[in-house]
């Protein structure tokens, strides 16, 4: 009987918590209650509440809807993004989940914010000028309604509209009085208007608070998740309690808000969208320059030379050889200049006997610009690699090889080996593969992921020490390649001497600066230098006398 009294309790205490969703109901039987709710309620969690922040009550004293209400019914909206997170461990972002937030608008990024804010345990308002229409493209858990319904049942309102349509929002004025609006927009072009939208939006509506924000976050990463694009939120506004208050949101939603400052830093925040890889124009327009100069160099070689000295059409080379022999002299230099900056900057350390002195401007955006460079450098060594294993795969490498057979038979040769040429080309070919895999490495420990779990004396290894080396085992490779050919008359052409002879003054400069540097004397004067030491400014240490007093000048040393 006792047993079965414990069983009559537990079920009308399942049966009571279904009755009531988002409530709990206390069991005395807690063992017997909890493995009913373990066998029953825990599904998928359609009965069973599995986050704080879904089980939570809403701000006026309501219970939240049960999950399956929660639920997304189209295919991968269905599915949570990141899956909810308890955040009762984290007092400061609790409160932020408990919010009703709004969204005015239905495109694309309203649908995947609300999207975000549902799955991240909000309740979402969304606020359409059509809202049956509208409606079938949010998840079931938002609720769609119009814009001034939406407007007066939250607080918080997000605001993604274009900015030629904030004046259709000019009727709401009257009930967005003390709301806090987040502009998400951007512009189409860069300082396209004299002012912000932010700026704009809040000057439409003196009585609200602005906020500019997610509107460097894509549509795509709010619906794939922070994981899988940029997690940082720029945040600026002229109230600090509005700012914290959305990241406070942006923070449950899994991402990092950033202060970027007053109203008046909305202009540069919409302006960072729009810029086209700001840090790679410099390094991509120096690759090009050299592609050109070092393809024209090349053309004029292997091509217009023996057109007009032995009236040879040698035009097929243009697409695979010509641009072959130009891609390893472009990744060569490239990484040349990535250590060449370095160089520079320890001579003006050494010269001026300081590193408080700043570099020049050219010098300082040049070291900004070394990863771009050395990510270009190994994109050019990839492609000399496949096009070096396509060189077999032409038409005209299979014809003259048919020739060159032709003619051995003709001259009845029956040993063509040659030890010289076969000992370069494995050296030759071994050593570019080495050199090509240090680049690899090189270009992986650049990637943000890889690079923030490295400590600094690891990343410093691999880019400094190892990069240095793959600079080396390069300069080997184009040795190996020109071996002796660089004393061939025969290889000037128009007087021009050979392209690797031309590649190799930056790279052997570099390697002679490295290696003058790694002499002691002046290795240690550098060393002290970076560590604070100036010339001609020398601090007196007065050390003291065994009895506790200071001693008199005899026992100062100088620095």
């Not at 409530?23 to 709710?37: E, F």
């Not at 000019?170 to 987040?182: E, R, S, Y």
């Not at 001609?536 to 003291?544: C, M």
Request: charged share 20%; proline share 5%; hydrophobic share 40%.
């Amino acid at each position: 009987m006792p047993s079965r009294a414990r069983l009559c309790r537990a079920v009308l205490c399942h049966a009571v918590s279904l009755a009531v969703p988002g409530r709990a109901v206390p069991c005395r039987s807690a063992r017997t209650c909890g493995g009913r709710r373990r066998a029953h309620g825990q599904e998928g969690g359609a009965r069973g509440l599995t986050s704080p922040l879904l089980a939570s009550p809403l701000p006026d004293g309501s219970a939240r809807p049960p999950a399956a209400a929660q639920r997304m019914s189209r295919g991968d909206m269905a599915k949570p993004l990141l899956g909810h997170r308890s955040m009762e461990g984290d007092p400061s972002i609790t409160p932020a989940a408990s919010r009703s937030i709004g969204v005015l608008g239905s495109g694309d990024f309203a649908r995947s914010l609300a999207i975000r804010l549902v799955c991240s345990g909000f309740k979402v308002v969304v606020g359409s000028r059509n809202p049956k229409r509208k409606a079938g493209l949010f998840p079931s858990a938002a609720e769609v309604t119009f814009q001034a319904e939406a407007v007066k049942k939250t607080d918080v309102i997000f605001v993604a509209v274009f900015r030629e349509h904030y004046s259709t929002l000019c009727d709401l004025a009257d009930v967005l009085v003390g709301k806090i609006l987040v502009d998400v927009s951007n512009n189409t072009e860069i300082n396209h208007h004299k002012e912000s939208n932010a700026e704009y939006l809040a000057s439409l509506f003196p009585a609200c608070t602005v906020v500019k924000g997610f509107n460097v976050v894509s549509a795509w990463t709010l619906q794939s998740g922070a994981r899988d694009g940029n997690k940082q939120v720029l945040i600026c506004s002229n109230n600090q309690e509005a700012k914290r208050t959305v990241a406070e949101i942006a923070q449950v939603m899994g991402f990092t808000p950033v202060d970027m400052g007053c109203m008046s830093s909305a202009r540069e925040i919409e302006n960072i969208p729009l810029r086209l890889l700001p840090a790679w124009k410099i390094p991509i327009f120096l690759a090009l320059g050299l592609f050109l100069c070092f393809f024209t160099y090349n053309l004029i070689r292997q091509v217009i030379h023996p057109y007009i000295r032995e009236q040879k059409n040698k035009l097929y080379k243009i697409p695979i050889e010509v641009v072959n022999t130009t891609l390893p002299c472009v990744a060569y230099v490239m990484l040349s200049l990535v250590y060449l900056p370095g160089v520079l900057a320890a001579c003006s350390q050494l010269y001026y006997g300081t590193k408080y002195r700043r570099f020049p401007d050219w010098l300082d955006q040049w070291l900004q610009h070394r990863k771009q460079i050395g990510l270009l450098s190994f994109f050019c060594a990839a492609l000399h690699a496949v096009y070096s294993l396509c060189l077999p795969m032409r038409r005209s490498h299979r014809y003259q090889l048919i020739e060159t057979a032709v003619k051995q038979a003709v001259e009845k040769k029956m040993n063509i080996w040659v030890e010289e040429e076969v000992w370069r080309m494995e050296i030759y070919i071994s050593v570019g593969i080495i050199a090509l895999g240090l680049l690899s490495l090189l270009a992986i420990t650049s990637l943000p992921s890889i690079a923030n779990s490295l400590n600094w004396r690891e990343f410093s290894f691999i880019q400094s020490t190892l990069g240095f080396i793959a600079l080396v085992i390069s300069t080997l490779h184009t040795l190996t390649y020109g071996w002796s050919r660089a004393f061939d008359e025969n290889q000037y052409k128009f007087y021009l001497p050979p392209t690797y002879t031309l590649t190799l003054l930056v790279p052997c400069t570099v390697i002679l600066a490295k290696v003058i540097f790694s002499l002691p004397c002046i290795q240690q004067r550098l060393l002290r230098i970076r560590r604070g030491w100036e010339k001609g400014r020398y601090v007196k240490f007065v050390l003291p006398s065994a009895t506790g007093e200071y001693s008199s000048g005899e026992t100062s040393s100088n620095v």
